[in-house]
Structures are given as C-alpha cells and as structure tokens.
C-alpha cells in the first residue's frame, strides 16, 4: 500500500519526508513535487530501484532517466567534465529547469539503462526537493507518469497513474511551472570537440535564454 503525505502541513511534511528517505533506502520508488512537474524517484545507484521506476512508467532500458542534485558540487562528482560555456549556464539557470546531459564518471558504479556513458543531470528550485536530495544523495527521477499520458503537475494525478507501484506521494500542491524541464545536449562541447549544444526537448528554459548565455555555442535555431 502507498502512503500521500499533504507536505502543506507540518506533521505531514515531517511523517512524509521521513517515509520518503526510508522507501528510498529500501529500494523503493517516491513521487516528489518539483519546480517544473511532479517526479517519481529512486535511488540512482541502486540497478533494481532503477529498473522499478522504468517499469513503473512503462519504459524500456533505451530510455534512462534523468538524476536531480542537490547543488553543483554533487554534478562534478557525477560528470567527467563540465565545459566552460555550461559552466556559466548552470551559473544563470541552476537551480531550475534545465536538464543537462554531460559525460558520466566512468568510475561510478550505476546503471541507469542505455546512457552510451552520459548522464543528464538537473538541479530543481524546490525545497522540498532539495531537501531530500541532501539526505538521499542524487535520485533518477522522471515525470510522475505512465509513458505517453501527460505529466502530473499535482501528486493526485501521479498517484491515479502509478498507484501502488509507487510507496509514499509527496504533495505540496501544485507545481508551479506545470510544463517539464529544457534537456540539452552538451556532449558536442567535451573532450576537446568543436560541437554545438543540441537541445534536446524544448521547455521551461527558452532557446533565446540558451543563446544569451551560449551564443554561436548552441545550434541554429530551428528553420534558420
């Protein structure tokens, strides 16, 4: 049985933060309110809590899920290089909702599916959020929501979608930007490459925000 905490009011915020570090520890998956949509969660260097979330959505390996950390400092541990124009778009828009994919360490011990040793990484501007990725460390974290429906912006929707499949729902209302997160593509920048940043899919970071921070760095525009 799963358990919906309304994190709007203190002894539930408490019960439901406690709940939701322990599920984390056991293997098990969280739905989590962040700043663009609602998220289901698990701990990202456990393969079997992986593979749960991914079943749980109705995806395969060849889709493997983003990882929220707390700050920057958890991003370097992750990646093997941050170059410098991301550098100063993490500076302008972390935390918030850009998704960003970068080499992965090759030395973690993980498995998040199909990554070809990449990993995309965001930095969500939600306390709650936060919060928890202070205390759990970095989480997989995808939409709260079975693969083709549309993302919950409120932890209700999640909790009709994915229902058991999920041990504690987080609400605290609802989210705020209620459309998901931009994911660029900054692997063209690595390793001593003279690519582009590709974006990846379009969301609550603009290109033209993109562009006054990566100029010529980020591809055309579409239809340019």
Known sequence: ???LFDCRDEAEL???MR?????????????????TVYGVAADAFSPAAVARLLAAKGRGRQQPPPVLVPGVNTLRALVSEVPEPIDRLIGSHWPGGLTIVLPAQPSLAWDLGDTRGTVAVRMPAHRLAIE???ET???AVSS?????APAAIVA??????LRDSVAVYLDDGPATAGFASTIIDATGLCAGRQGTVRVLRDGVVSRAELRSVLGDALEPDPGT
């Open 14 to 16: 408490l019960a439901g």
């Open 19 to 35: 709940q939701a570090r322990q599920a984390i520890g056991r293997g098990e998956l969280i739905v989590l309110p962040t700043d």
């Open 137 to 139: 460390g970095p989480l």
């Open 144 to 148: 709260a929501n079975l693969t083709g």
């Open 156 to 161: 209700k929707e999640a909790e009709r979608m």
């Open 1 to 3: 049985m799963s358990s």
């Open 132 to 134: 928890l990725l202070e």
